[in-house]
């Protein structure tokens, strides 16, 4: 059986504004502009980037973290303001939005693949997909590609992700759970 995959609707909403947004230049430097800690994908990729709009010459930006704490916010801000003053935007405003809430459906495809690149296995690699609760075992690893892996502690080097080790190839390597 053939089977048609669906993008999630968040997902869609972004791509959507992107796409459809006259503000294609400043879309590609927000594309350099990287979360803090996953310097491997860039804030569009990881879903943090929103929207880009423009009101009376003031480039206005929306981003959500990936949960009300997270402490990356600021820097990821003071980056984003960075990159646009580099490029002679001096005008613009970053607004932080809590709803709607991030969601791991909010990674593009390449920002999962990044993250496996990278070594942490993106919430894809969950048995049977993204369940919203987090697997104690079967995560693929993103080091040797094994479903022989258990989960060591819910959490990992941040709240977003959990520790987990290859049975396999004895690595252990962070989660990045589905929320």
Same mark, same amino acid.
């Given at each position: 059986m053939?089977t048609?995959?669906?993008?999630?609707?968040?997902?869609?909403?972004?791509?959507?504004?992107r796409?459809?947004?006259?503000?294609?230049?400043?879309?590609?430097?927000?594309?350099?502009?990287?979360?803090?800690? +996953?310097?491997?994908? &860039?804030?569009?990729?990881? %879903?943090? *980037? @929103?929207?880009?709009?423009?009101?009376?010459? =003031?480039i206005?930006?929306t981003?959500t973290?990936?949960?009300?704490?997270c402490p990356a916010?600021?820097?990821i801000?003071e980056?984003?303001?960075?990159?646009m003053?580099?490029?002679g935007?001096?005008?613009?405003s970053v607004?932080?939005?809590?709803f709607p809430?991030w969601?791991?459906?909010?990674?593009?495809?390449?920002?999962?693949?990044?993250?496996?690149e990278?070594? +942490?296995?993106?919430p &894809?690699?969950?048995?049977? %997909?993204? *369940? @919203?609760?987090?697997?104690?075992?079967?995560? =693929?690893?993103?080091?040797c590609?094994?479903a022989?892996t258990?989960?060591?502690s819910?959490?990992?080097?941040?709240?977003?992700?959990?520790?987990f080790?290859?049975?396999?190839?004895q690595?252990?390597?962070d989660?990045?759970k589905?929320?």
């Amino acid at each position: 059986m053939n089977t048609i995959p669906l993008t999630p609707r968040a997902r869609f909403e972004r791509t959507k504004n992107r796409f459809h947004s006259n503000q294609s230049d400043v879309w590609r430097i927000l594309d350099g502009v990287t979360d803090p800690e +996953i310097p491997v994908v &860039s804030i569009w990729d990881i %879903g943090i *980037l @929103r929207d880009v709009t423009e009101n009376q010459g =003031r480039i206005l930006i929306t981003i959500t973290p990936t949960y009300s704490g997270c402490p990356a916010v600021e820097t990821i801000k003071e980056d984003i303001y960075a990159a646009m003053h580099a490029a002679g935007y001096t005008e613009v405003s970053v607004n932080v939005t809590l709803f709607p809430p991030w969601s791991t459906d909010d990674m593009s495809e390449s920002g999962q693949r990044k993250l496996r690149e990278y070594g +942490i296995a993106p919430p &894809s690699d969950a048995p049977s %997909g993204c *369940l @919203r609760m987090t697997p104690k075992k079967g995560v =693929r690893c993103p080091h040797c590609g094994s479903a022989k892996t258990s989960r060591i502690s819910e959490f990992g080097s941040t709240a977003c992700k959990a520790l987990f080790r290859c049975e396999s190839c004895q690595e252990p390597f962070d989660f990045f759970k589905c929320l």
